[in-house]
């Protein structure tokens, strides 16, 4: 049995030393092998095809059962003798998600990263850009994490996923793959990098709220949006925003079904990006917004009390969040997904 394995095994090699290389041939590759095992039953041949990104080229294991039982893998490689399991292994970007200014962000640490950062708005590959800056903008922090930062950081982590006992926490780890060690490793670099965030509260809050004052406004406005553009072209020309509210009503109760009125009172940063800047009573559009065709207007304007920590506090997230954009778009950023 031995003897006619090693007979097998020699075909085997010679096989994958004659399958053709090019990525268009893979399938011509899958059936030479298909027939091959048909010759040779029992070792449930399998073939297996490495197709790297951007190449033109692929590789192949092949995966055949032992007569005294498991799989035996075999790599051919015909032109520099190096397997392609063992080429990608050593790659120098093999185990590294992104480079931020020449600073390597792991694949482990790029999950603990989206573990930390949870559910935003955002993609995934700015999170995970934004944790390499933070990395960087920690490294030379030498001033040990006090109890009550670490606390807040578990905290916070603990809220954001509703873990309110201990019992739910300890599940969420096992879930996670994640030790106790780990998570407490994990939950002191989360406590640097918030401090990060915190250079950003008193002054540099106080001067962001001043250079971008309508952001934090509470503000009262009306608009309309689409899929009729012309029918809110006719909106957009009324000549004042009462005018505006009664021609969007009248065409909203038309009938159509293709309009939506919207009105609210909310933080001007929160309000359509064409209704930011507008001058309180004026009607604008049509412009193009995320709904559409937009025609809308401010309807009155409540200037934000610079001493109210609500307000500090969403003006320091601001400026964090400024500073931070603005550090991405400067840095050299090179993808290594594998």
């Given at each position: 049995?031995?003897?006619?394995?090693?007979?097998?095994?020699?075909?085997?090699?010679?096989?994958?030393?004659?399958?053709?290389?090019?990525?268009?041939?893979?399938?011509d590759a899958r059936e030479q092998v298909a027939t091959w095992s048909a010759d040779h039953p029992g070792l449930d041949a399998e073939l297996?095809?490495?197709?790297?990104?951007?190449?033109?080229?692929?590789?192949?294991?092949?995966?055949?059962?032992?007569?005294?039982?498991?799989?035996?893998?075999?790599?051919?490689?015909?032109?520099?003798?190096?397997?392609?399991?063992?080429?990608?292994?050593?790659h120098?970007?093999?185990?590294?998600?992104?480079?931020?200014?020449?600073?390597?962000?792991?694949?482990?640490?790029?999950?603990?990263?989206?573990?930390a950062l949870g559910v935003r708005d955002r993609t995934v590959h700015e999170q995970l850009v934004d944790y390499r800056i933070l990395?960087?903008?920690?490294?030379?922090?030498?001033?040990?994490?006090?109890?009550?930062?670490?606390?807040e950081a578990v905290d916070d982590f603990r809220r954001r996923r509703g873990l309110f006992t201990r019992e739910r926490t300890l599940d969420w780890l096992a879930e996670v793959g994640l030790t106790e060690d780990a998570f407490a490793g994990h939950m002191e670099t989360t406590a640097?990098?918030?401090?990060?965030?915190?250079?950003?509260?008193?002054?540099?809050?106080?001067?962001?709220?001043q250079s971008h004052i309508r952001d934090f406004c509470l503000t009262r406005a009306a608009w309309v949006?689409?899929?009729?553009?012309?029918?809110?072209?006719?909106?957009?020309?009324a000549d004042s925003a009462a005018e505006l509210l009664?021609?969007?009503?009248?065409?909203?109760?038309?009938?159509?079904?293709?309009?939506?009125?919207?009105?609210?009172?909310?933080?001007?940063?929160?309000?359509?990006?064409?209704?930011?800047?507008a001058a309180t009573g004026r009607v604008i559009g049509p412009v193009e917004s995320e709904g559409g065709p937009l025609?809308?207007?401010?309807?009155?304007?409540?200037?934000?009390?610079?001493?109210?920590?609500?307000?500090?506090?969403?003006?320091?997230e601001a400026a964090y969040t400024t500073w931070l954009a603005g550090r991405r778009r400067a840095a050299d950023i090179r993808w290594h997904w594998l």
């Open positions: 049995m031995t003897h006619r394995f090693g007979a097998e095994l020699a075909s085997a090699v010679q096989l994958l030393r004659s399958l053709p290389r090019s990525a268009e041939k893979a399938e297996v095809v490495d197709e790297p990104p951007g190449s033109l080229l692929v590789g192949y294991d092949l995966l055949l059962t032992h007569p005294e039982g498991g799989t035996v893998a075999i790599s051919a490689q015909t032109e520099d003798g190096v397997p392609w399991l063992v080429d990608r292994a050593t120098w970007a093999a185990g590294q998600v992104v480079s931020v200014d020449g600073k390597d962000l792991s694949v482990q640490a790029a999950l603990y990263a989206l573990r990395l960087s903008e920690i490294a030379e922090d030498r001033t040990p994490v006090t109890d009550t930062e670490l606390q640097r990098m918030n401090r990060v965030r915190r250079r950003f509260a008193g002054a540099p809050a106080r001067a962001y709220l949006t689409g899929r009729d553009g012309a029918v809110i072209g006719e909106i957009a020309r009664r021609r969007a009503e009248h065409s909203v109760h038309g009938g159509t079904g293709r309009l939506r009125l919207t009105m609210a009172t909310a933080l001007g940063s929160e309000l359509p990006a064409p209704l930011r800047t025609a809308g207007a401010v309807l009155r304007r409540f200037p934000p009390d610079p001493d109210d920590p609500a307000v500090l506090a969403a003006a320091a």
